[in-house]
């Protein structure tokens, strides 16, 4: 098959990225990847569409070669296109060093037994270092652009497989001072040299002369696969934060380091830093993350290597160097920063977070450095939320929340706020200007004030339960801050029954401190306050969330004269979830006249049948049991039927599963003669062992006619086993029908445990 036209691939892609898998199900799917790779050697395709083409296989390497064997095999073709390349310009081999990099990476090939890695590796670190073998490979105009894809081609296979360039840290460092590229080969040898570091660290072994001048690997030469093998672990080149201080023999204080290879290290730390102020802002960011981890808990190197770029940086205004400084404050502290260095950073980052015309995610960046700022003497616990020490009301009275502000930015300031007002809790107040507290409580008004607002945004009532919930877990040990918020959300329900799910929201995700005393106000606003139709609805709602055993007359009294007024289906149902509420509290007095008189009332058939079914259990269930058949349960499957969807756990109790027979009983003749003459009797009292099983199986353990104590899921079991006794009076129940739990009570005499009725 010839190659295909431009109108033809430009089809075939457009179908393969509408939906890669199903694509490559198809009957084209087999051929795509070999069609691709024939084309890109063809004459008769332009070269954009051959970029096109590429590109392709750099977003969908994995599902062009799924395995390794495919990934090497297009590795090879790739270079073997990128060799044939005429010596003009040409704007495809960029896309081919990368293609031929992802293809490797993407599909495990990478290894020393990978031949397409034994040409792909020599291949970039000669176009890197500018070697003949870079200048006669393509034409002049071409080698500054081409030496930066071989850069970050190799800093994405060191990122993939750790410890890959770990033998060619000295000719990197020789490579850095020379006229090329600074940017991709400073990221480059600032990994190569984490990850060596790393990796010796873990195997308790020295640098071993790695940062000294070495030979470059020519093509065919065998390529140092040392430490690559040795760091299996996958280390990432950038994360958002350190990870935790290692120590023992993972960490980087396992590494002994001589006084030539410690004097060596610091110099290639000073060389990176040294030239970092000419990579842009987000890549000397991720220069000082590799830089700080490489050197955090490395015995004998200081951090002082990087005092002198701290004069430069704690000034700049590009907030992803701010956050590498940050970074740098928390790994080493008062090490690298004076008293007088922090209280320069917090300045900065107030003044930021008050600026005017500082975009919203930069002003939320600067509000959560505040919140997060790295002490160099920390007084609390670490992991302990509180404000810097230097941080007083003084100086955050510009960063007080305002209703103005927006929503996200409000919530910040409000988090800086609950800060504030637990170091300032015991000191007196001194002037005329308000409190942290005072001014929190009036601001939490006004948002429950704006949240009250018939018809209003449901923003603003998200807003205030937002705060509301941030004041609560920040202040859940004050309670003269909590009282005054559990009443004034009281106050917001009174005003504004609608919010009830805001409510059910926040009390699920409170701790006790707030959740039992706001459950409490809210349970007396509402059986204080009975309302008719929609009002009726969220107060029936409210109450099924805070019912509980306190209160039980007045809770009563209400679900009393509320029945009247439930009319439709929906309140009957929520009077009901009420009833099942107070039935899992442990409520007996009075519920069973309502859950009566709701049997005879209710207009709909569901509501009495709910009633009517709450009533037998409340009267014939102890309270554990009446837990277990009033519980959730999510292991069966919910049903169609209203009534048995509620009550799950206890219909899947009263399922009659099939199960082997422990034994297996045969009849002789004598038996099957005795069998017919008594058949019709046994048949009468088949009835009444049923129905004696039903009512008894579920009373309590000393009222049981065989002294058994009997769980919910052995009720089939017993029907079982009291059905197939025979009439006579010596029948047994045949032993292994009850489970563990259910013994014999030790009272109960050899002659009760047969079928009663039967006897």
Excluded at 4 to 23: H, Y
Excluded at 618 to 646: I, T
Aim: charged letters at 20%.
């Amino acid at each position: 098959m010839g190659p295909q036209s431009r109108e033809t691939w430009a089809q075939r892609l457009g179908t393969f990225r509408a939906s890669p898998s199903a694509f490559m199900e198809g009957p084209e799917g087999e051929d795509l990847a070999r069609d691709l790779l024939s084309d890109l050697r063809s004459e008769k395709l332009s070269e954009p569409t051959k970029v096109s083409l590429l590109a392709l296989s750099l977003e969908y390497p994995t599902q062009l070669w799924p395995d390794a064997s495919a990934a090497e095999a297009a590795a090879n073709s790739l270079l073997d296109t990128l060799v044939l390349l005429p010596p003009r310009p040409s704007a495809l081999r960029r896309p081919l060093l990368l293609a031929a990099t992802t293809a490797l990476a993407a599909g495990g090939a990478l290894g020393p037994t990978s031949g397409a890695s034994r040409r792909l590796l020599p291949l970039l670190l000669g176009l890197a270092s500018g070697r003949d073998l870079g200048r006669g490979f393509s034409p002049a105009s071409e080698q500054r652009p081409l030496q930066a894809t071989a850069w970050e081609c190799l800093r994405e296979l060191e990122s993939c497989k750790p410890g890959l360039l770990g033998g060619c840290l000295g000719l990197l460092r020789g490579l850095l001072g020379q006229e090329g590229p600074v940017q991709p080969l400073s990221l480059l040898l600032a990994l190569a040299l984490r990850n060596a570091l790393m990796i010796q660290a873990r195997a308790k072994a020295s640098l071993q002369g790695l940062l000294t001048a070495g030979d470059c690997p020519t093509e065919g030469a065998p390529w140092n696969w040392t430490l690559a093998e040795a760091g299996d672990a996958h280390l990432q080149p950038q994360a958002p934060s350190w990870p935790a201080a290692e120590e023992g023999e993972c960490g980087l204080t396992a590494l002994e380091l001589s006084p030539e290879e410690a004097r060596e290290l610091r110099a290639a730390v000073a060389q990176l830093l040294d030239t970092s102020y000419l990579l842009t802002p987000v890549a000397q960011a991720q220069l000082l993350w590799l830089l700080g981890w490489a050197l955090r808990g490395l015995r004998g190197q200081p951090p002082v290597l990087f005092k002198p770029q701290l004069v430069r940086l704690l000034g700049t205004a590009q907030l992803t160097l701010l956050h590498a400084v940050l970074a740098l404050k928390a790994a080493f502290g008062e090490a690298l920063f004076t008293a007088q260095d922090e209280a320069l950073l917090l300045r900065r980052l107030i003044l930021a977070a008050q600026h005017p015309a500082l975009p919203l995610p930069a002003h939320l960046f600067c509000l959560h450095c505040l919140l997060s700022f790295p002490e160099n003497w920390p007084l609390g616990p670490a992991g302990e939320e509180a404000a810097p020490l230097l941080l007083g009301s003084q100086l955050c009275r510009g960063l007080l929340p305002s209703l103005l502000h927006d929503p996200m930015a409000l919530l910040a300031r409000l988090h800086l706020l609950c800060l504030l007002c637990v170091e300032d809790e015991d000191k007196e107040e001194q002037g005329q200007d308000p409190s942290p507290r005072r001014y929190l409580e009036e601001l939490l008004a006004g948002l429950r004030q704006r949240a009250a607002l018939d018809g209003g945004p449901r923003a603003l009532a998200t807003l205030c339960f937002q705060a509301s919930y941030l004041v609560a877990r920040c202040l859940a040990g004050h309670p003269v801050v909590l009282t005054p918020l559990t009443h004034g959300l009281a106050q917001l329900y009174r005003a504004r029954p609608a919010l009830t799910p805001h409510f059910a929201d926040l009390l699920d995700q409170v701790g006790p401190e707030l959740g039992e005393p706001l459950k409490v106000v809210l349970r007396q606003e509402v059986v204080s306050r009975p309302g008719r139709d929609e009002a009726l609805r969220w107060h029936l709602q409210m109450l099924a969330k805070v019912a509980d055993g306190d209160a039980q007359g007045a809770t009563l009294s209400f679900l009393q004269a509320a029945a009247t007024h439930c009319t439709d289906w929906g309140l009957q149902q929520a009077l009901l979830k009420v009833c099942r509420a107070l039935l899992r509290a442990g409520v007996v007095r009075g519920l069973a006249d309502l859950l009566q008189a709701l049997a005879r009332q209710l207009e709909d058939p569901d509501g009495r049948d709910h009633a009517r079914l709450y009533y037998i259990l409340l009267a014939h269930l102890a309270r554990p049991k009446l837990g277990v058949a009033l519980g959730p349960s999510l292991a069966a499957p919910a049903l169609a039927s209203s009534l048995v969807a509620e009550n799950q756990g206890f219909a899947k109790a009263l399922m009659v599963q099939e199960a082997p027979a422990p034994i297996r009983l045969s009849l002789g003749p004598a038996e099957l003669r005795a069998q017919s003459q008594c058949s019709s009797s046994r048949w009468r009292c088949w009835s009444q062992c049923i129905l004696w099983s039903c009512a008894s199986v579920w009373k309590d353990s000393s009222m049981h006619p065989w002294g058994l104590s009997t769980c919910p899921a052995c009720v089939p079991a017993a029907l079982l086993a009291l059905c197939s006794c025979l009439c006579s009076p010596d029948a047994r129940l045949p032993r292994g029908w009850l489970c563990a739990p259910c013994t014999p009570h030790p009272r109960a005499s050899r002659a009760t445990r047969t079928c009663l009725p039967c006897s």
